[in-house]
């Protein structure tokens, strides 16, 4: 593959996984987590993100009222956990339902293409 | 180097690039995740980190500038949704503002003071630093309208931000003014605009036409006076050629290309056939001082006399065989398609 293909791919990669990473977060935030376990639990699901990725993305989150956090001592060190708020919630099954709407969508068209190119075999 | 030295450094670096009202909170937030990182990859190895091993987990977090960057709101002057039609704005009126400052100047030149008058006091710098800040001036402008659209669109109304807009209403489609327009509209009108620049620069330094090493004095010619009228013509003649090249930027004037060409060709071969008119082209020369003798003027004259009856012939030959073909299309109803 050509370095100019290879970094088209990259840019491609990085948009389709960007959508992801936010329902990810938002799903793995249903239950409470400070910045470092929620990237592990996330890393441990198969989904690595950067931690200038997603720290940010917390706090931006947070600002649009997807999320809550608080400071609290934990093992001997303050920490601030981010949980889902009541918005976030109702958004996160939102985007769960157009979530499962695109993949059965892309599976359909796929499936398609699939039957297509076997007839044309 | 001690871990807690290490990670300081790095904190106080990212804080300095953090937004000041959220910087406690965000560098806490920050050392107690990378602390946290720190201790679990401890207790992965069973021993305390190795210098190495601290720095490479700093490093994974990222530069601090990048790191600081990311918590910063995004800021775009102009965004993508207003930018397609910032950008259709400069291309479209930025050729209209050279033209006009190019047509301006032309007029001011040829019409204004005596001082400003032809061959005294055409200052090539000062066309070229109006020029750029005609143009600098107008994309400063254009920016700061389409910035300022940008910073109140969530205060516009929803029509203005979304347009309705009518596909029935758009511009009929018009292959034939499509695939009949110049190649390079652009390109076109741009070098028209240069060229006259350059018509107008050069009587006030000859070194444009003769280049650097030849000194106006040292062919010092006694030009006879049509070589004036047909600077004048040349002038006039270019002026039309700009005027018709900007007008073909626009679509619906593409129809009429070849008629417009039509018309620059043959106020073409008009101004060679003016020079025409005459076999006296270099008059009293002297060359470096000496005179010329009235045979090598012979000459001369002859050769310039021949020379441009050669380019009126191939002149009239390019535009028999251009409207030859345009005919040919016209009566087959066929447009060649571009390649």
């Known amino acids: ?121 | 180097m001690a871990a807690n030295d290490l990670l300081d450094r790095y904190l106080y670096a990212v804080r300095r690039y953090l937004p000041a009202y959220h910087q406690d909170d965000l560098v806490a937030e920050l050392s107690a995740n990378l602390r946290s990182q720190m201790e679990d990859k401890q207790e992965q190895l069973g021993r305390p980190l190795t210098e190495d091993e601290q720095v490479e987990v700093v490093r994974r977090h990222g530069h601090p500038i990048l790191v600081a960057a990311r918590y910063q709101p995004q800021h775009s002057l102009i965004g993508p949704e207003i930018f397609p039609f910032y950008w259709f704005t400069i291309k479209r009126v930025l050729p209209w503002v050279v033209g006009i400052w190019i047509l301006a100047t032309a007029v001011a030149t040829i019409f204004g003071s005596p001082e400003m008058q032809l061959g005294r006091h055409i200052d090539v710098g000062h066309l070229i630093t109006g020029l750029f800040g005609a143009v600098f001036q107008f994309l400063a402008w254009i920016t700061i309208g389409f910035a300022l659209l940008e910073y109140f669109k969530g205060h516009l109304s929803h029509e203005f931000t979304h347009p309705c807009w009518d596909p029935r209403k758009l511009p009929k489609a018009d292959p034939i003014a499509e695939q009949n327009g110049p190649h390079h509209p652009y390109a076109d009108a741009i070098a028209s605009a240069v060229f006259l620049a350059w018509l107008l620069a050069f009587p006030r330094f000859p070194v444009l036409m003769f280049g650097p090493y030849v000194s106006w004095h040292l062919l010092n010619m006694d030009l006879p006076a049509i070589w004036r009228q047909f600077y004048w013509l040349i002038i006039a003649f270019n002026c039309i050629q700009l005027a018709a090249r900007i007008a073909l930027l626009s679509r619906p004037v593409r129809r009429y290309y070849h008629a417009i060409e039509t018309v620059i060709h043959l106020l073409g071969i008009g101004v060679i056939a003016f020079l025409l008119r005459t076999h006296d082209y270099i008059g009293q020369a002297t060359f470096g001082g000496s005179p010329m003798s009235p045979q090598t003027v012979a000459t001369v004259n002859t050769s310039i006399h021949n020379g441009l009856l050669l380019v009126l012939i191939i002149a009239i030959a390019k535009f028999l065989w251009d409207t030859a073909q345009w005919l040919r299309f016209r009566t087959t109803s066929q447009v060649p398609a571009r390649t």
Not at chain 1, 43 to 66: C, N
Not at chain 1, 87 to 92: D, E, P
């Open chain 1, 1 to 121: 593959m050509s370095e100019a293909i290879q970094a088209v791919f990259e840019n491609l990669r990085l948009e389709l996984r960007r959508g992801c990473l936010i329902l990810a977060v938002l799903a793995q935030l249903r239950e409470e987590h400070y910045g470092y376990t929620l990237r592990k639990t996330l890393a441990d699901h198969g989904i690595d993100i950067e931690e200038s990725t997603l720290y940010p993305l917390l706090r931006r989150l947070e600002t649009q009222g997807l999320l809550l956090s608080e400071w609290r001592e934990h093992e001997k060190r303050n920490k601030r956990f981010y949980r889902l708020s009541p918005a976030g919630a109702a958004t996160l099954e939102q985007l769960l339902v157009e979530w499962e709407s695109i993949n059965s969508s892309i599976h359909q068209v796929l499936s398609g293409n699939a039957v297509n190119i076997a007839k044309e075999a």
